[in-house]
């Protein structure tokens, strides 16, 4: 398997990509991939930096694991391939779209367009085994995405991270709060929606808000 982060990423993360544990990391799911059936498919794996380069990151959306449903997972935490019935989370964060930004609920919930734009769509652990979730952490995968967020902490200014949900939040530590702007919500999972952590945060406008605060383009959500 090719573990090829795109150009505009590779320059910032050489050190990690050349440290013990993410060569343990690589041989690991080389192997779970050729033994099991994994997701996203190989060449999706760095879609998050794919679709988003390093100097076009203005928002950070952190998630957990990819998708462990057969043709879900794409590489972008939340995002699901075209055709692909939405999941639970990904219906609650359209359905808080519809209030707070006012858009019509999406047929597709491919959210590449969204990356394109400038967000960085992150899940902590960017592999998973077919049916079981979590499978893959533990590995080293945090161990890389966390390098990622305190990357662009240190060498980036006024990012918006948006975090949802406990796990998200403890990636705060990784973040210079006095540099970046948080916006921090229940997850958009209904366990905690139906709970009232989620609907009417406002998240989405309070991104473009603050990014129209900066001068810089608002995302089309």
């Given at each position: ?26 041989e690991?799911?080389?192997t779970?991939?050729?033994?099991y ?19 076009d990151?203005?928002v ?9 449903g ?9 995002s699901?391939n ?49 049916g079981?979730?979590?499978s ?27 975090l949802?949900?406990?796990f ?54």
């Amino acid at each position: 398997m090719e573990f090829n982060l795109p150009p505009s990423w590779k320059s910032h993360l050489q050190h990690e990509l050349e440290k013990p544990y993410f060569e343990a990391l690589k041989e690991f799911v080389a192997t779970e991939y050729e033994t099991y059936q994994c997701y996203p498919k190989p060449e999706a794996i760095f879609n998050a930096f794919n679709w988003c380069s390093f100097k076009d990151v203005k928002v950070v959306i952190i998630g957990q694991d990819p998708y462990h449903g057969a043709g879900q997972a794409n590489g972008l935490c939340f995002s699901v391939n075209d055709d692909i019935i939405h999941p639970p989370s990904l219906r609650n964060i359209f359905k808080e779209l519809e209030t707070d930004v006012n858009k019509a609920y999406p047929i597709s919930g491919n959210l590449e367009s969204w990356a394109k734009q400038g967000v960085l769509m992150l899940n902590a652990t960017l592999t998973v085994r077919e049916g079981l979730a979590g499978s893959h952490q533990n590995k080293g995968w945090e161990t890389f995405t966390n390098a990622v967020i305190k990357t662009l902490s240190d060498q980036k200014h006024g990012l918006i991270f948006l975090l949802w949900g406990s796990f998200a939040k403890q990636k705060t530590k990784f973040i210079e709060k006095s540099k970046h702007h948080i916006i921090s919500s229940g997850h958009p999972s209904p366990l905690s929606a139906n709970r009232g952590y989620w609907f009417g945060n406002g998240c989405f406008s309070q991104t473009n808000a603050e990014l129209e605060r900066q001068g810089l383009p608002i995302i089309e959500w």
